[in-house]
């Protein structure tokens, strides 16, 4: 079956930076549109940043424009988000998803089709 699985998270302090890596496997991976998105405690899972197939077309939500970078490499079937300027408010669990054509990139997490088990980002302030 699918599996995306998500590393790179951990304790930062506010103004640092985490590199957040997804590994995709079981799947046409050049094919999938890639997205990033976060859970804080008690809140819901809410959009961070998304990349098209061919990585030529990306979107961020407002609050990390600028401060974070989504990428890929289909070569190695991964998604990364560089996170820069870190923020209290980014504390969140990071979950990495796929969503299948025809569906360029999206905002909306009906869109995704797998979800990796997300990883722990904590901003000390």
């Known amino acids: 079956q699918v599996q995306l699985v998500e590393s790179g998270g951990g304790l930062v302090q506010a103004g640092g930076s985490l590199r957040l890596s997804c590994a995709a496997s079981?799947?046409?991976?050049?094919?999938?549109?890639m997205g990033w998105f976060r859970q804080a405690p008690g809140k819901e899972r809410d959009f961070v940043a998304t990349?098209?197939?061919?990585?030529?077309?990306?979107a961020y939500t407002d609050s990390v424009k600028g401060r974070f970078t989504i990428s890929r490499d289909n070569a190695k079937n991964m998604v990364y988000l560089q996170m820069n300027s870190l923020k209290p408010e980014d504390t969140a669990v990071y979950y990495c998803?796929?969503?299948?054509?025809?569906?360029?990139?999206?905002?909306?997490?009906?869109?995704?089709?797998?979800w990796g088990q997300g990883t722990q980002v904590t901003v000390s302030s």
């Open positions: 990349i098209s197939w061919s990585g030529d077309s990306t």
């Open positions: 079981r799947l046409s991976f050049s094919r999938y549109a």
């Open positions: 998803a796929a969503a299948a054509p025809p569906i360029r990139a999206s905002i909306r997490t009906s869109h995704y089709d797998y």
